[in-house]
């Protein structure tokens, strides 16, 4: 079956418009709900979380009547981390969980993400089986079996609580100043509490949402203002959350901003050298950087590359026994402690990974040079594929003959918006942005 709901991290859109209105996620909610109580019986539940955009609201209440019209019962956790939306599923034996948000997009867009009962993001069986059920006449329950809903407010504190034991009783951040940017998302409470308990002095930014200032000018994608203010504040380190907490950017007690691959690299390295890396293999996308993979190899570590995506980078590491990876975007993901990408538990393991060291965090988050790298994006008009187009292919090629032996290219569409994404690597600078400007050229031009 087509999928034409799911994209590549559950349900996404802006706000209000298809597939993102509250009738649509009314039928999501009552199909998930079919799916997951097919045995008819009460007594199923589902936990809620979701980040701080204003929308919530309204994508909450539409997937809660959906929902308890199949008869499931509703456990609503207000704005907590994707990742502890993972951890809660499991911990309150729920039979499915389901994220709101759209992650590190603006505002005025939204998602839905779905975890099984193992916590885990579900599967492509499992999500064609819900558009195959949204997509039919779906089967209400009886009257009597209408499921219940009620708001709880343990969610956060179970998951603050559980964050805080990722890391050795003995670690204590006492002494340390950590700027930490929640990007006005879902993030806001939990992490400064977090760091703050554990006993550093915390300089919080983007802790204070509106429903609109969302990753606005804050937060991983936008890592600036914390930059700036490890500096001010003379700061030993900037942790940077996105909207949904499932993502992490590091900047240094110079203020230099660090991504996801250098996060891997150190990580990697030190569990490679403890005997706990397993199969010594770092799991990660296509997207991340040759200078990574050179270091990896130098170290006898291999790295394992999937399709961009967190959820690929789990499949691949589920399916292979390995228990870390991630992606240069900064989600990492480490199965010893999470089924996905955790920003917040990530962050833990670099501040103990200093105080176990004593090392500044300068002198742990570079452990490569990367190969110069650039990304464009080309927007598309609706409905147009011009990676099929025999003209763009040609010109793909020929700058593929270009970089042989000298970088690599990606060519990809976007999962999440209509984009074409260029990227390129090379050593030759002045080659990198010939050969990316060529092809986004080409693909504008058959768009």
């Avoid at 996404?12 to 097919?38: D, I, K, S």
């Avoid at 006449?137 to 708001?151: C, D, F, M, S, T």
């Amino acid at each position: 079956m087509t999928r034409n709901i799911f994209g590549t991290d559950g349900i996404r859109g802006t706000a209000n418009t298809y597939p993102m209105t509250a009738e649509m996620a009314l039928r999501v909610g009552a199909a998930a709900g079919r799916h997951f109580r097919q045995d008819g019986l009460n007594g199923h539940r589902v936990v809620i979380g979701k980040d701080t955009r204003r929308s919530g609201y309204m994508i909450e209440n539409a997937l809660t009547a959906g929902l308890t019209s199949t008869g499931m019962n509703v456990l609503l956790l207000g704005p907590v981390p994707t990742p502890a939306v993972a951890f809660l599923t499991r911990s309150m034996r729920a039979d499915l969980g389901i994220m709101i948000s759209a992650s590190h997009n603006p505002h005025h867009d939204n998602g839905i993400k779905f975890f099984g009962p193992d916590g885990f993001k579900l599967d492509d069986a499992s999500e064609a089986e819900i558009e195959r059920i949204i997509a039919d006449e779906i089967q209400l329950a009886k009257p009597v079996n209408i499921g219940r809903a009620k708001r709880i407010e343990e969610g956060q504190g179970r998951y603050v609580e559980y964050a805080k034991t990722t890391v050795p009783r003995t670690t204590r951040l006492t002494g340390l100043k950590i700027v930490v940017d929640c990007a006005n998302g879902a993030a806001y409470k939990a992490a400064p509490e977090v760091l703050w308990e554990l006993g550093a002095d915390v300089i919080p930014l983007g802790t204070s949402p509106d429903g609109f200032n969302i990753n606005l000018g804050c937060g991983s994608t936008s890592p600036q203002a914390a930059a700036d203010a490890v500096r001010s504040h003379g700061a030993d380190l900037g942790i940077c959350l996105d909207g949904d907490a499932d993502r992490i950017v590091l900047i240094d007690e110079m203020g230099r901003i660090v991504d996801g691959d250098q996060i891997m690299a150190l990580f990697a390295r030190l569990w490679s050298e403890a005997g706990t890396l397993a199969g010594d293999v770092l799991v990660s996308t296509v997207m991340s950087n040759l200078g990574l993979e050179r270091y990896l190899q130098g170290i006898g570590i291999a790295l394992e590359r999937t399709k961009v995506g967190d959820r690929h980078v789990v499949e691949r590491m589920r399916a292979g026994g390995f228990n870390l990876g991630g992606e240069q975007s900064g989600h990492i993901v480490m199965s010893d402690y999470a089924t996905t990408g955790d920003g917040l538990v990530a962050g833990l393991q670099f501040v103990a990974a200093m105080v176990t060291s004593g090392q500044p965090a300068s002198a742990l988050l570079h452990s490569f040079d990367p190969v110069p790298q650039l990304l464009e994006n080309v927007k598309l008009a609706n409905g147009t594929t011009p990676l099929d187009n025999s003209a763009v292919q040609d010109v793909i090629a020929a700058q593929e003959q270009r970089l042989k032996g000298k970088g690599r290219l990606l060519i990809r569409p976007s999962g999440t918006e209509p984009l074409i994404r260029v990227m390129a690597e090379c050593e030759d600078e002045d080659m990198l942005r010939d050969v990316v400007a060529i092809i986004a050229d080409a693909v504008r031009k058959a768009s």
